[in-house]
């Protein structure tokens, strides 16, 4: 998903309001917006789709072509697909892989982009904004870097908070204190909801600590990622993001700022600790988590390049025989065995020596393919040097394919002897094999469960805890070459692509941010049913008008009208409230 662009300032508003659709939003009168306006420091401006510059056209209506800006957006190609209305496709995509040539010859519609957004850069911002709503019966959408596999950053039909510019200094501080608590809970890094995840690696390098978080340098580590629950490779060892935060701040949806942690507003921080993405219980405007000791990587890469279906095969079993133990000895981590035909793991627990003989059954598997294995090991002295030579540069401008996924958490039972292992490897290979006319569908395993943290009251599924993988079906298209029904149908074939794996683990759960939005019985999968019901109940305590509404969000109606952009199948849209 791209950053907000197109400054329309307030003097441009009012006309602009006759291209919304007829909606709660076109109705509210220009001096209501004026007046917001100038309550939130003159931040509102109304919003058009990422490609806008590029096309000859908007609503129909001739427009000139902004060449320049047409050719820094070809460039960065980070809109993804979110950004058209899914259901019709109708919006202003544009294309990974053909040249714009400086403009496209065509008619742009708003398609799920919001109408109106607040660039915030202060939490009384936050606050006027959900008062507003409020009042109007409007729907608010929260949006810092918009890296949303659920399209839950943008939605028609609404007022939007870009998050990105409230980034006011991190701080660390040695003996963090929560508010209302009385004992220090040791290290914490205090950042703004506008801190993306590189900087606070950054900062954290620097002052020689480590922090849990994703693997992508611009994503909001105070949105989604900790809201879903927050995985990445450290988490065999440092758990996951729910784990690790100490305190929030936060604006509730009636606009009041509140603290939030184990002493203050306690309900508030167990929803917030993995309930839902984005903007369900509340805008969170900062976030303090804990600071690690500074760690030594040991980190290898192992690159097969070309495998034939029998040693894919091969390869899988490898990873689903050892995956249990090295997952509980400290490794982390991910692999593509089809699109890429590799896998990276980390180690902050071993030395150089202990880590290759604990990889031995991989290692040896890579050299019996001498023209296809490449194996490649090293040792960092710092989480971010590892990052930065890794991971940093693979999230880089990586955007524009649509891109949508299912997702299971894989007990480690079923990792248990030889039999389940081989049904685990037949259910992947089985999954990815699956085609109902859309593009590739590819497995990703992702090795980053909390196996050696307990759960200490955060929202999640109990699932996540007794999990060895995070497994994900996964597929991409050009949003410029597609229609609704081959839309539609990718988000079914992702949906059928994971039935083996459903029919084989059917008590687990999935992980929110990676979820499938047609997964049926969602709720007890991500939440469990009792966790579940209390969200309900928070909820409905905290936001009773639901200006703060996301799809598959607890307490969400699924009929709502900025829903209307997701497509339509047959299969069971995930989180109706009747679910238990």
């Known amino acids: 998903m791209a950053p907000l662009r197109l400054l329309f300032p307030i003097a441009a508003l009012f006309f602009e309001m006759s291209h919304c659709s007829v909606a709660a939003i076109s109705e509210i009168g220009a001096a209501d917006w004026a007046a917001l306006n100038a309550s939130v420091n003159g931040r509102l401006f109304t919003l058009r789709p990422m490609a806008y510059p590029c096309y000859t056209s908007y609503n129909g209506v001739a427009k000139p072509v902004d060449k320049q800006a047409c050719a820094e957006i070809s460039a960065k190609k980070t809109n993804g697909n979110w950004g058209v209305c899914q259901a019709t496709n109708a919006g202003c995509p544009i294309s990974p892989v053909a040249g714009q040539n400086g403009e496209i010859k065509g008619d742009c519609v708003q398609g799920s982009v919001a109408d109106f957004y607040i660039d915030v850069q202060a939490v009384s911002q936050v606050e006027e904004a959900l008062k507003f709503a409020n009042k109007n019966g409007i729907q608010v959408v929260v949006k810092n870097s918009g890296h949303d596999y659920l399209g839950r950053s943008t939605a028609p039909h609404s007022l939007a908070l870009w998050m990105h510019n409230l980034q006011p200094p991190i701080k660390l501080a040695e003996k ?336 929110l941010n990676e979820a499938d939005i047609l997964e049926v019985d969602s709720p007890p999968l991500i939440w469990g049913p009792q966790k579940y019901q209390r969200l309900l109940k928070i909820k409905g305590e905290l936001d009773p008008n639901k200006v703060l509404q996301v799809r598959g969000g607890v307490g969400s109606d699924p009929t709502a009208r900025i829903f209307e952009c997701y497509p339509k199948t047959e299969a069971t849209p995930m989180f109706h409230e009747q679910l238990k």
């Open 176 to 511: 963090f204190v929560p508010e209302g608590c009385k004992d220090a809970v040791g290290k914490v890094v205090t950042f703004g909801a506008g801190q993306q995840w590189g900087g606070i690696y950054k900062f954290a390098d620097a002052k020689n600590v480590t922090v849990l978080g994703g693997s992508s340098a611009t994503v909001g580590a105070a949105g989604g990622w900790i809201t879903g629950g927050g995985h990445g490779m450290l988490s065999p060892v440092f758990g996951l993001g729910v784990d690790n935060v100490q305190q929030f701040k936060v604006v509730l949806p009636n606009g009041t700022s509140v603290t939030a942690n184990r002493c203050k507003n306690p309900d508030v921080f167990f929803a917030l600790r993995g309930g839902g993405g984005g903007g369900t219980f509340g805008v969170i405007t900062e976030m303090s988590t804990t600071a690690h000791e500074q760690v030594t990587l040991q980190y290898a890469k192992i690159d097969l390049r070309s495998l034939n279906k029998p040693q894919l095969r091969d390869f899988l079993k490898v990873l689903a025989a050892n995956s249990n133990r090295w997952v509980a000895g400290g490794w982390g981590g991910d692999s593509y065995p089809i699109s890429k035909r590799s896998i990276r793991l980390v180690n902050p627990l071993l030395n150089s020596n202990a880590a290759a003989l604990s990889l031995k059954p991989l290692i040896d598997f890579a050299n019996s393919l001498p023209k296809q294995g490449k194996v490649t090991m090293t040792t960092y002295p710092s989480w971010y040097q590892f990052y930065e030579a890794n991971l940093a540069s693979d999230y880089a401008n990586s955007g524009n394919w649509g891109t949508i996924m299912s997702s299971r958490l894989i007990p480690a039972s079923n990792f248990e002897g030889t039999q389940n292992q081989d049904q685990l490897v037949d259910a992947i290979l089985t999954g990815a094999e699956t085609d109902a006319g859309s593009p590739m569908i590819y497995p990703m395993l992702c090795m980053s469960t909390p196996v050696r943290t307990p759960d200490d009251g955060s929202a999640l599924t109990p699932a996540w805890r007794k999990s060895t993988w995070h497994v994900m079906f996964i597929t991409q298209w050009d949003p410029a070459q597609t229609t609704a029904e081959k839309i539609r149908t990718a988000f079914v074939s992702v949906h059928k692509a994971m039935d083996p794996l459903r029919t084989l683990t059917p008590s687990t759960g999935v992980y």
